[in-house]
């Protein structure tokens, strides 16, 4: 069964250095999606990306964030200038059409980030 | 108000015994109601979902039930078994966005 994976499974980095989380969504996907978790928190929505352009960011996705889908498989978030706060599980997703009342977002496993 | 409320944070249940998850909303855009379900190691995945023309969805032991006007819904797992043992996550979305707002989750405990 086709998943969304994601590496590594857990980065741990200084702060103020930056970081890049590497996800390979579904092959036949076309819109991919980054989330995080801060411990204990609730799943928070970051980015959604289709056709090489973000579509839709929150408040949190600032000019630290950037995202690239720099070949044919892979899709990365990266983090320029780690902060503390930072520190969360950061899950990649997937899906085949754009809205997601009908379309199921497909999770990969995460990327724990501990910025010390 | 884009904020799905979620309780219980943990819960612990017998073998057999039935689960229930609760969350509530705000926003009446919501048109789309999904409960995902994480294993430690894994990512979420889908579980159930439900849309708010109807009040009850049933897949298996898990249910999913809907209260429009007091724009709650929750997810009942009968006769739980400890591989149910799990994070659970409601969620909510609408269309229009790309994302879906998520509730603080809960973790689901199954006695043997």
């Known amino acids: 069964e086709p998943e969304v994976t994601q590496t590594p499974s857990h980065q741990v980095t200084q702060m103020g250095q930056e970081v890049i989380l590497r996800c390979v969504p579904i092959s036949n996907h076309l819109y991919f999606y980054w989330y995080r978790q801060i411990l204990g928190q609730k799943v928070e929505f970051l980015v959604s990306f289709y056709n090489n352009e973000i579509s839709e960011k929150s408040e949190i996705f600032d000019d630290q964030f950037s995202v690239e889908r720099p070949d044919g498989s892979n899709f990365t978030l990266k983090i320029r200038s780690t902060k503390l706060e930072d520190s969360a599980m950061y899950f990649c997703?997937?899906?085949?059409?754009?809205?997601?009342?009908?379309?199921?977002?497909?999770f990969g496993p995460g990327t724990r980030l501990t910025v010390l | 108000q884009q904020q799905v409320k979620q309780s219980p944070q943990s819960l612990i249940v017998q073998k057999g015994g039935i689960s229930i998850i609760n969350c509530a909303y705000e926003?009446?855009?919501?048109?789309?109601f999904p409960w995902y379900q994480q294993f430690p190691g894994k990512g979420p995945a889908l579980l159930i979902a439900i849309r708010p023309d109807v009040s009850e969805k049933k897949e298996g032991r898990f249910t999913i039930s809907f209260n429009k006007s007091a724009k709650q819904f929750s997810l009942h797992i009968m006769d739980s078994q400890p591989g149910d043992s799990a994070t659970y996550f409601c969620a909510a979305t609408f269309s229009g966005t790309y994302k879906y707002i998520f509730g603080t989750g809960t973790r689901l405990k199954v006695l043997a």
């Open positions: 926003n009446t855009a919501f048109d789309y």
């Open positions: 997703a997937s899906s085949a059409g754009r809205d997601p009342s009908y379309n199921e977002q497909f």
